[in-house]
């Protein structure tokens, strides 16, 4: 898995030489699951996107993805609460994102064009298990014990959006994005929760990303 990262940053700074120029982002994600709390999980990530041609601006970035699975109990017939289960998966993602953007050559303030963005995921994903045994007649003396589960994936994810010009000056712009992702932290959220059903987080989602470009437009 480190030489697929390495060969993504070599293939950066490959485009990177003949960039015309180079903008930084952040961008933040949800996607739609309903294992996990509030029906979804997030993602906050960060990256360099290099101009090749006014159509392909590849992008290399770093994100993190966080979930929470909904608290699982068991209780006796009286309604007390004899065990407890919590759980949680997050990844620490790498991507590549040879994105098409459908630019025109003349950009103003407001114009709006779509983009399509193919990404390839390398990713180290974990899940962490936290499981306490309720002692009846005294809950300050309950045991709780962890487990965690980690492994290295890679995938391939999927989004299309439009990116909204936001300067006349500068190259800043704001994207909405819908996306496939194709990270799923399912294998490692089944095995530490020993559970028979098996969780997949290859699922829909949707996100917002800002760019910001620090070479000035010509008039």
Known sequence: ??????????VLSCINSNAQHAR?????????????????????????????????????????????LEDYSKKDALGNTLDLRTSKAYALNFNLTPKISLY?????SGDVFIQILPRFNVSKIGADRYYTVINQTKPSASVTTKETVSE?????????????VLSDKSYDSLSVNLYYNGVNMG????????????????????GISYYLGFEKKKN
Do not use: C
């Open 104 to 108: 025109s050559k003349e950009v103003n």
């Open 152 to 164: 290295w994936q890679h995938s391939f994810g999927i989004g299309l959006g439009i990116d909204i």
């Open 187 to 206: 294998k490692a959220l089944t095995e530490v929760n020993h559970s028979g059903s098996r969780v997949n987080t290859e699922t829909v989602g949707a």
């Open 24 to 68: 930084i982002f952040a961008n933040i994600s949800a996607y739609s699951h309903s294992d996990f709390q509030n029906n979804s999980f997030v993602e906050l990530g960060a990256g360099l996107e290099v101009k090749a041609h006014r159509f392909l601006k590849p992008e290399i970035g770093v994100s993190y993805f966080i979930g929470n």
């Open 1 to 10: 898995m480190i030489k697929k990262i390495l060969f993504f940053l070599l």
